[in-house]
C-alpha cells in the first residue's frame, strides 16, 4: 500500500481503493466509450430474487405491509372524473428493522461482506441509510463506520443529519460527522484503505438488488388483494437506486405494464 496520503495521491488510488472495497471492478462493463453493461453487472453480482428474499426474511427485512388509504382514495373519487379515481395504497417499509427500505438496500451489502470475509462495512450516507448499515451489521457482527456529510463550509451542522449519529451508535457503529465537499470522498476513501472494510454504499449491485424484493412484493400484494398488478407505483428518486430496484422487482415478478414514476424533490 502507497504511504501517500496526500487528497492527489488517494484520489488518484480511488478506482483502485474501490475495486477492493465492492470487490467489483466496474471498467470491466465499460463499452465503446460511453456504454455500460449494467444488466450484466446485476447478473455477475450473483445473487437471484431468491437468494436476496432468504438473505433478508433471515434479518428480518422486508414483507412489509401494503396498505390501502382508504382516506385518499375517497378523495380521489371525488375529484377525478366521473368513472375515475384510483384506490392507492402505501407500502410500510417502516416496518423493517431499523425503520426504513434501506435496510433492503444494507442486509445485501452486509451479508456480502460476510461472506467474503470482511471485517466491517462503511457507508458515506447524511440520511437513515446509515442506520440500516449499523443494524445489518450488528447482526451479522461486523464492525461498522459511518461517514455523514453534516456540516455546511462554515461548519454549520444540518439538525435533522446530526441527530442521525446517535441512531447509528446505538446499533455499535462509529459515526464520523464532516463537511459536504470533495473532502467527504478523500475521508471515505482513506478509510476504506486503512480499514479494509466492504464499501456498503447506496448505490453499489449489492443495495439495488435488495430493493428487488420491494417491487415483487408490491406486485404479489397487489395479485392478492386486488387481482390484477398496480397500474401504476410512485417511487420516492434522488440518485435513481430506489426506482431502478423497484422497477426490476416489478418486471422480475412479470408486472411489466406497470407505470413506474420517480418522485424527486423540486430543489429550484
Ligand atoms: C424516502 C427516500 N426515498 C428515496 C431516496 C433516494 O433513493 P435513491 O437515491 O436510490 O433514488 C431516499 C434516500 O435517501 C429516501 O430516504
Redo the contacts with the bound molecule.
Sequence with gaps: MSNDMSFNAVMGRKNEIMKKAVGIDYENYEFSGIGFDYERMMRETGYSLQEVQDVQRASGVGNTPLIELKNLTALARKFAPKGKGARIFVKDESCNPSG???DRRASISAHNAKVKGYKGVAAATS???GAAVASQAAMKNLKCIIVQECYDSRKVGQPEILEKDRKCECYGAEVIQLTVGPELFYAYLRILEETGYFNAS?YTPFGVVGIETLGYEVAIQCREMLGKDPDAVII????????TGTARGLIKAGASDTEVIGASVDLS
Design positions: 426504513s427500505f434501506k440520511g437513515n441509510y447506496l420516492t428518486h434522488a440518485g435513481g437506486g430506489n426506482v
